[in-house]
């Protein structure tokens, strides 16, 4: 019988000591090695704690990441609360400056009074010994009576020529005038009133509106 003289692979264990180069576990270390000196690069140690070595550099960066999100979260928390008292002040500025709405509103019939008490004088009769003494009366305490609205950011509105408002303004009818643009308050049935920047009842007015009949086809009845 003949001998296999064909060599094999040498299967015995490294001696102790030796370092595979070539293998994922050398890859890894590798990787490491290079992480630990871009860390060491990017955040250099004091001398007396160089020797803490690449664990204390991993602490140190996980513990900004951490005050940076906790600045993060106090930033907003101090923004919330910022936010949080400047509504708290509009609500209570709004509930001063607005608190006599209610009240105000009651007293606009008054103020209408006056408004038709005058009215119902024939401009005629106004000037005559026994009635001027009552329109002046009546004109005098209607003033009166508006400035005291005014003390308290209530003021009358009467939009006369101008731009109907649907904000500040209810129609009651629409009429053709040949001098008025389309849109143009015409009339004033009943005057508005506000309450600083606040309706409190719009004024019912009657407006202009255009010209629908096309010109080509208009009757000429001057002719």
Request: glycine share 8%; charged share 20%; net charge neutral.
């Given at each position: 019988m003949s001998e296999d003289t064909s060599q094999k692979p040498d299967?015995?264990?490294?001696?102790?000591?030796?370092?595979d180069l070539s293998g994922p576990a050398a890859f890894k270390a590798q990787q490491k090695a290079e992480e630990e000196a871009l860390l060491?690069?990017?955040?250099?140690?004091?001398?007396?704690?160089?020797?803490?070595?690449?664990?204390?550099?991993?602490?140190v960066v996980e513990l900004e990441a951490k005050v940076a999100e906790v600045t993060d979260q106090l930033l907003r928390s101090v923004a919330d609360m910022d936010n949080l008292r400047k509504r708290s002040l509009r609500e209570r500025e709004d509930a001063s400056k607005y608190a006599v709405a209610s009240f105000a509103r009651d007293l606009l019939d008054v103020a209408d009074t006056f408004r038709r008490a005058l009215e119902a004088i024939p401009e005629d009769l106004r000037a005559e010994?026994?009635?001027?003494?009552?329109?002046e009366g009546i004109e005098a305490t209607e003033r009166s009576f508006l400035k005291s609205f005014e003390k308290y950011g209530i003021r009358r509105i009467e939009p006369l020529d101008e731009p109907f408002d649907p904000n500040f303004h209810e129609v009651m009818f629409e009429t053709m005038v040949p001098?008025?643009?389309?849109?143009?308050?015409?009339?004033?049935?009943?005057?508005?009133?506000?309450?600083?920047?606040?309706?409190l009842r719009p004024a019912r007015v009657g407006v202009s509106k255009a010209n629908s009949e096309p010109t080509a086809h208009r009757v000429d009845t001057e002719a």
């Open positions: 299967q015995s264990p490294p001696p102790s000591g030796f370092t060491a690069e990017n955040y250099p140690l004091p001398n007396d704690l160089a020797d803490a070595g690449p664990a204390l550099i991993r602490k010994t026994r009635i001027k003494p009552l329109v001098d008025k643009p389309a849109g143009t308050i015409v009339q004033i049935l009943e005057p508005g009133f506000v309450l600083h920047d606040r309706l």
